[in-house]
């Protein structure tokens, strides 16, 4: 188990072409949906955004709400606020969730529209880029807009191809995008973060490399969860073999023999945060 540090390079082509259509529809995009993960809210937020969006007025749209650590993803919502952005913190499960973006879409554009009454036109279709990387909930949030489903769902990347403006209950369009990463992830903390919660492909990253970040971060920070879902009271990183042997067991990842499964254990470990069994995580911390 031993662990690899280079860099990891994955850029498909289909996201060198959304950059070069989002910039062909610039001049079409009124606002910005850019959305992130509450619970990785700065390993998921794309890093040359503000290149490609330059002074669209913009609304930082933090998913999952229901999943994360909220007090320290309510830090991350003041780091970004100090900084400068309209941040909306939301669970899309929730009933209510949308009425809040919608009206501050309305204040963010009510100069578009003021102009355009000025000319005695009639008011205008809003039309809003939804943007994030890869699994973080902006079909979700595209389908709720639109009261039915028009964008496809899946929590694994890659699932939008091509870039379609949708209708949506309110005045507002939306372009939706597929997910959009960095050339070079050179930050480790960063791609193993963005792995943990599927925001890349599994064969990006080695899946124990993966299992073990996971396994570490609830050790540092939600030790009750590591006891309560693995019975496991400590990650020793000198002895893995011994981890994964107690929680092989525990789960009846055993193969022939009586060996354990690491590769199965790896994968349930992944499976656990994909499928929410393990929730009230935030990642991301500014000490890291």
Same mark, same amino acid.
């Given at each position: 188990?031993?662990? &690899?540090?280079?860099?990891?390079?994955?850029?498909?082509?289909?996201?060198?072409?959304?950059?070069? =259509?989002?910039?062909?529809?610039?001049?079409?995009?009124?606002?910005?949906?850019?959305?992130?993960?509450?619970?990785?809210?700065?390993?998921?937020?794309? +890093?040359?955004? &503000?290149?490609?969006?330059?002074? +669209?007025?913009?609304?930082?749209?933090?998913?999952?709400?229901?999943?994360?650590? %909220?007090?320290?993803?309510?830090?991350?919502?003041?780091?970004?606020?100090?900084?400068?952005?309209?941040?909306?913190?939301?669970? /899309?499960?929730?009933?209510?969730? /949308? &009425?809040? $973006?919608?009206?501050?879409?309305?204040? =963010?554009?009510?100069?578009?529209?003021?102009?355009?009454?000025?000319? *005695?036109?009639?008011?205008?279709?809003?039309?809003?880029?939804? %943007? *994030?990387?890869?699994?973080?909930?902006?079909?979700?949030? %595209?389908?709720?807009?639109?009261?039915? +489903?028009?964008?496809?769902?899946?929590?694994?990347?890659?699932?939008?191809?091509? =870039?379609?403006?949708?209708?949506?209950?309110?005045?507002?369009?939306?372009?939706?995008?597929?997910?959009?990463?960095?050339?070079? =992830?050179?930050?480790?903390?960063?791609?193993?973060?963005?792995?943990?919660?599927?925001?890349?492909?599994?064969?990006?990253?080695?899946?124990?490399?993966?299992?073990?970040?996971?396994?570490?971060? /609830?050790?540092?920070?939600?030790?009750?969860? $590591?006891?309560?879902?693995?019975?496991?009271?400590?990650?020793?990183?000198?002895?893995?073999?011994?981890?994964?042997?107690?929680?092989?067991?525990?789960?009846?990842?055993?193969?022939?023999? *009586?060996?354990?499964?690491?590769?199965?254990?790896?994968?349930?470990?992944?499976?656990?945060?994909? &499928?929410?069994?393990?929730?009230?995580?935030?990642? !991301?911390?500014? !000490?890291?």
């Amino acid at each position: 188990m031993k662990m &690899n540090n280079n860099p990891i390079n994955w850029y498909p082509g289909h996201m060198a072409k959304t950059k070069r =259509l989002i910039k062909e529809k610039y001049n079409l995009i009124d606002i910005v949906y850019e959305v992130i993960d509450a619970r990785i809210p700065f390993s998921s937020k794309i +890093k040359d955004v &503000n290149e490609l969006l330059k002074d +669209k007025p913009r609304i930082l749209v933090m998913t999952k709400k229901d999943l994360c650590d %909220i007090d320290i993803t309510l830090k991350w919502k003041k780091y970004y606020e100090d900084l400068g952005y309209i941040v909306l913190l939301v669970d /899309l499960n929730s009933s209510n969730a /949308l &009425n809040e $973006l919608i009206n501050i879409t309305h204040k =963010l554009t009510v100069n578009i529209q003021s102009k355009r009454e000025d000319k *005695g036109l009639k008011k205008k279709d809003i039309r809003a880029l939804v %943007i *994030g990387i890869p699994n973080v909930g902006k079909s979700t949030l %595209i389908n709720r807009m639109a009261g039915r +489903k028009v964008a496809n769902v899946g929590n694994t990347p890659g699932v939008t191809k091509n =870039l379609n403006w949708l209708k949506t209950n309110s005045d507002i369009l939306l372009l939706d995008t597929p997910g959009i990463l960095w050339p070079k =992830l050179d930050n480790q903390e960063v791609a193993l973060n963005l792995a943990s919660f599927t925001a890349i492909p599994r064969d990006i990253l080695p899946v124990d490399r993966v299992a073990i970040h996971i396994l570490n971060k /609830l050790d540092k920070y939600y030790n009750s969860f $590591l006891i309560n879902r693995y019975q496991i009271n400590h990650i020793d990183n000198d002895d893995l073999e011994s981890v994964y042997e107690s929680i092989g067991r525990r789960m009846g990842a055993i193969v022939s023999g *009586g060996e354990i499964d690491y590769d199965r254990v790896s994968k349930n470990i992944l499976e656990d945060i994909k &499928n929410e069994r393990i929730k009230g995580i935030t990642f !991301d911390r500014f !000490d890291d």
